[in-house]
């Protein structure tokens, strides 16, 4: 049952924001975009095409994941919930948790309006009588959630290793919001790549089709065409480094040769060899994991892993922390 309000942010707010986030970034030494405005529809699409790519073990190892203790999970969290998802994208891992845990309804929150909009027309055909209360919004601003669902018990479904899109510092401040927006007694079902093979890790994030190289590239046609820049996209290139100190992948557009251009009448200029950093896919051992929760507001219940150790699931729940000694 799809409620036809998709409650979203003003296009306006959107767009001044993007704005603001891609000039202040280029301004900045070294130059970084946040990762979430890969996410138009095209990025969207992209990124759904990656999830499928070989070498791109995430999606299907966390999707296996979820099928194999989705029993387990509901057996842990009673029925009724709201499941509210996160970057839902094209809600593809939603199907499972929504079978198993029967809840009273299901907000999905993307980014990208017209990609959401397409995507729950599936699930709302699969779930004819499940509210669903799409909301269009950047997660990491305050979380208002529908009127609908304020007064129920809560879910937090949030896949894919999103957080790992995060430093460390801002995904701790985001899993307090997110404490804090919940409530007491919430619960958070969350995925999160492991520390593996640097090799492996790099083959996932640099495919030998070219599909996460035109999600990046894609941000600069996004830039060119939403906000009247004149990138010449053809001058720059992408690029992964993985930081073992972090223990994070990067990416990168680098200019491959000295360039300059306008964006809303603003001046840029780079040289061959310079990068603007636009995403990060930080990876979390076990302990790492419980402790990034426990920071942010989260007790761990339970975790499970594949049999590879690629990838865990925890599930936490939202407590209080205990006054200091």
Same mark, same amino acid.
């Given at each position: 049952?799809?409620?036809?309000?998709?409650?979203?942010? @003003?296009?306006?707010?959107?767009?001044? $924001?993007?704005?603001?986030?891609?000039?202040?970034?280029?301004?900045?030494?070294?130059?970084?975009?946040? #990762?979430?405005?890969?996410?138009?529809?095209?990025?969207?699409?992209?990124?759904?095409?990656?999830?499928?790519?070989?070498?791109?073990?995430?999606?299907?190892?966390? @999707?296996?994941?979820?099928?194999?203790?989705?029993?387990?999970?509901?057996?842990? &969290?009673?029925?009724?919930?709201?499941?509210?998802?996160?970057?839902?994208?094209?809600?593809?891992? @939603?199907?499972?948790?929504?079978?198993?845990?029967?809840?009273?309804?299901? &907000?999905?929150?993307?980014?990208?309006?017209?990609?959401?909009?397409?995507?729950?027309?599936?699930?709302?055909?699969?779930?004819?009588?499940?509210?669903?209360?799409?909301? +269009? #919004?950047?997660?990491?601003?305050?979380?208002?959630?529908?009127?609908?669902?304020?007064?129920?018990?809560?879910? +937090?479904?949030?896949?894919?290793? @999103?957080?790992?899109?995060? !430093?460390?510092?801002?995904?701790?401040?985001?899993?307090?919001?997110?404490?804090?927006?919940?409530?007491?007694? #919430?619960?958070?079902?969350?995925?999160?790549?492991?520390?593996?093979?640097?090799?492996?890790?790099?083959?996932?994030?640099?495919? +030998?089709?070219?599909? !996460?190289?035109?999600?990046?590239?894609?941000? *600069?046609?996004?830039?060119?065409?939403?906000?009247?820049?004149?990138?010449?996209?053809?001058?720059?290139?992408?690029?992964?480094?993985?930081?073992?100190?972090? $223990?994070?992948?990067?990416?990168?557009?680098?200019?491959?040769?000295?360039?300059?251009?306008?964006?809303?009448?603003?001046?840029?200029?780079?040289?061959?060899?310079?990068?603007?950093? !636009? %995403?990060?896919?930080?990876?979390?051992?076990?302990?790492?994991?419980? *402790? *990034?929760? $426990? #920071?942010?507001?989260?007790?761990?219940?339970?975790?499970?892993?594949?049999?590879?150790?690629?990838?865990?699931?925890?599930?936490? %729940?939202?407590?209080?922390?205990?006054?200091?000694?």
């Amino acid at each position: 049952m799809l409620d036809g309000r998709l409650k979203h942010e @003003t296009p306006d707010r959107l767009s001044t $924001a993007f704005l603001n986030d891609v000039s202040d970034g280029l301004f900045r030494r070294p130059r970084a975009i946040p #990762a979430r405005w890969l996410y138009d529809h095209r990025g969207s699409q992209l990124f759904e095409e990656i999830t499928r790519l070989e070498e791109y073990h995430v999606t299907r190892t966390e @999707t296996a994941l979820l099928e194999a203790i989705a029993r387990e999970v509901a057996s842990l &969290v009673e029925p009724g919930r709201a499941i509210v998802e996160l970057g839902a994208g094209s809600s593809a891992k @939603t199907p499972t948790l929504l079978d198993a845990l029967a809840p009273s309804a299901y &907000v999905p929150i993307d980014i990208s309006r017209d990609y959401l909009k397409e995507s729950i027309q599936s699930l709302s055909r699969h779930f004819e009588d499940l509210p669903i209360f799409p909301v +269009c #919004a950047d997660f990491l601003s305050p979380l208002v959630l529908p009127p609908e669902v304020q007064g129920s018990r809560k879910l +937090c479904f949030f896949p894919g290793s @999103t957080i790992g899109n995060l !430093t460390p510092e801002v995904a701790t401040d985001l899993l307090r919001t997110m404490r804090s927006s919940l409530g007491d007694g #919430a619960m958070l079902l969350i995925g999160m790549d492991r520390i593996g093979d640097a090799d492996r890790l790099r083959a996932a994030y640099d495919d +030998c089709d070219g599909v !996460t190289a035109a999600f990046n590239v894609n941000l *600069l046609y996004r830039i060119n065409r939403e906000l009247e820049g004149t990138i010449p996209v053809e001058a720059f290139r992408h690029k992964i480094v993985w930081d073992d100190d972090l $223990a994070r992948i990067e990416m990168h557009l680098e200019a491959k040769r000295d360039v300059a251009f306008a964006i809303e009448g603003r001046m840029f200029a780079m040289i061959a060899g310079e990068t603007i950093h !636009t %995403e990060n896919s930080h990876k979390y051992g076990s302990r790492d994991a419980r *402790l *990034l929760l $426990a #920071a942010g507001g989260w007790a761990t219940i339970a975790e499970w892993s594949d049999p590879e150790g690629l990838f865990a699931i925890y599930l936490a %729940e939202a407590r209080r922390p205990p006054p200091a000694p």
